[in-house]
């Protein structure tokens, strides 16, 4: 079932509007309202021959002077009785021929006064007059064929009748019918500014809106759950933040419902999103839960909490690749939670009583990936497909307008708090700062902190002006107990962590310690050419230290001190402060083709600038789907 959009009806009932766009190459109204002029042709009568007065003249040529390279033409303008010269540099034959002596033309063009005379250089020659004409890029089209479409299409009447609010409407308008205070803004400025900018910004905003609403679809759930998760948090030996409270009522009330809930939850590193997962497990009980995490010691981190936190009634398991229990295809009867890295795609689940799928950073996940879970658990007779509660968790922060809009495809919470303030410093450092580095890692390693350096290279590389793990190993080795070094990509990689966070001092890695990993005695982590890593993975990073309410230091060692990215991420902790700024560099992707990739996919609204536009418009499309759903 699709949500409805103010757009749906007026489409349906237009055919001829539909058939005219599709001919154009635009599937919308507002595709083609958005596809506006790259510039105007101002055919209004020039009043006045002023330095920089722009239109039309009608003329009468009076005289015509040959040179090697320039055209001159002395012309009378006829309707203010003064004569204009006007120039061509190297003027074609046709161009002669067509001011001959005593000829009557309309020219346009900018009128420039050179000492006492008015001089118009290389005007245009009109057959009309007393317009401002839009002009297009187009390479399909005709300007002629989309000025008389567009000013037929693109009106006060049609773009209201599609959702869009008045205003916005009448100036958008107004860019296909052009006013006079129109052509002088856009002269001054060069492009679109003031209300006209901002109809554009609401009315892309608005289009993409309506078209992410389209893709979502709902679906009757399996099971009604309505298991008991206060008696948990109640029996926790700590409290839970009002942030975690709140994204608890949220899901409970999702998985209550005869719709199958889709879910993103997204906090903070460190904001607890453990205990709102197993809080989850017992809204789901007595039917059983299933978590997938990316990493086989994210996956052991979660099940440890799970044994520690969760009541003993509930039987939980543990799968990965190592894995060799029988299950008996899986849930066997006796068990309710299995948590499991992406080896549960390749075992035989029995998912009749399995009630709520959830992935942990789930970006980590293709989407095949994710769809083949909610698969296995999903139910289907001749009548109705029945879906599994879906949540996804993800502690990598999302700017607002990116959740706004996200929150058309899936439902959205946020973890905006954490449980203990984190204190973390923040410095860039270069070569100069190593001998003062080096003095603060032994300090730390002397009060049984722990460190981890990150590097950019395992090995040597004639490309890049930095040592790789393989060739800091000797230096570290040789001055510290407890170093401990793992690049990602060897086998032994899950063991030398796990031996690392019970009895190392230094660890020598790549970004692998990025995600979920929990690492409670390190204090320090040093982050080498950051300037290569996008600021959610240093963020990641920096997030590793300071778990547990310790003092943390992340140290970004680089040739590049003077990056204003690096220093805006230094000057803040927040994730969605972080997200904000790197939505700022890296712009925000295709939304609607499901691309999360970097790239500008916004012509006129930027995510990073333009919330406030975002709120209103998002607003504006509530409003207009209650409306439809009440009519």
Known sequence: MQTPTPSTTSQKASPTLAQTLKELGFSHLLELALFVPHSYLNTMPIQALRDGEQGALRIEVVDTHTHPKVFKIYARALDLEETIEIVFFHAKPFVKKLFAKNTTLIIQGTVRLNGFMATMIQ????????????????????????????????????????????????????????????????????????????????????????????????????????GDYTTFVQSLPFQLTNAQKRVCAEIAHDLSQ?????????????????????????????????????????????????????????????????????????????IDFIIGTQALLYRDIRADELALVMSDEQHRFGTKQRHYLEKIATSSDTSDTKKPHVLQFSATPIPRTMAMLESKLIDVSIIDELPYPKDITTRIIGKKDFKELLEHIKTEVAHAHQIA????????????????????????????????????????????????????????????????????????????????????????????????????????????????????????????????????????GDLLNGKRQSGAEWVFADLSEDESIFVQANAHFQKQTKSNASN
């Open 258 to 334: 005869t719709k199958a809930a889709k879910r993103l939850i997204m906090g903070d590193v460190g904001c607890g999103k453990t205990m709102i997962i197993l809080a989850s497990v017992l809204m789901a009980y007595p039917k059983k839960s299933l978590l997938m995490a990316p990493t086989t010691v994210l996956a052991k981190q979660l099940y440890e909490q799970a044994k520690l936190y969760l009541p003993s009634h509930i039987n939980t398991v543990l799968i990965s690749a190592d894995s060799k229990q029988d299950l008996n295809g899986l849930f066997g009867y006796d």
């Open 453 to 588: 350096l990150i590097y950019p290279l395992v090995e040597e590389s004639q490309s890049l002006d930095y040592l790789s793990i393989k060739e800091g190993e000797n230096f570290w080795k040789t001055r510290f107990n407890g170093v401990y070094s793992t690049s990602g990509q060897d086998k032994e990689k899950e063991n030398v962590l796990e031996e690392f966070a019970q009895k190392g001092s230094i660890l020598l890695a790549t970004t692998l310690i990025e995600v979920g990993i929990s690492l409670p005695k390190l204090s320090t982590i040093v982050i080498i050419a950051p300037e290569r890593l996008g600021l959610a993975t240093l963020h990641q990073l920096r997030g590793r230290v300071s778990r547990n309410g310790l003092k943390g230091y992340c140290f970004l060692y680089t040739q590049h001190p003077d990056s204003a990215r690096l220093h805006e991420f230094a000057a803040h902790l927040d994730g969605f402060d972080i997200a904000q700024i790197d939505l700022k560099y890296r712009k925000s």
């Open 123 to 226: 005007p245009k020659i009109l057959h009309d007059i007393g317009k401002i004409l839009p002009q297009f890029k187009s390479t399909k089209h005709k300007n002629d064929k989309l000025i008389k479409i567009t000013q037929h299409l693109v009106t006060t009447q049609n773009l209201t009748a599609i959702g869009l609010p008045y205003e916005v409407a009448t100036s958008l308008n107004e860019i296909f019918h052009p006013t006079k205070a129109l052509l002088e803004a856009f002269s001054i400025s060069k492009t679109f500014s003031g209300k006209w900018l901002y109809a554009l910004k609401f009315s892309e905003i608005f289009y993409h809106i309506t078209q992410l609403a389209k893709k979502r679809h709902s679906f009757s759930a399996k099971f009604i759950c309505n």
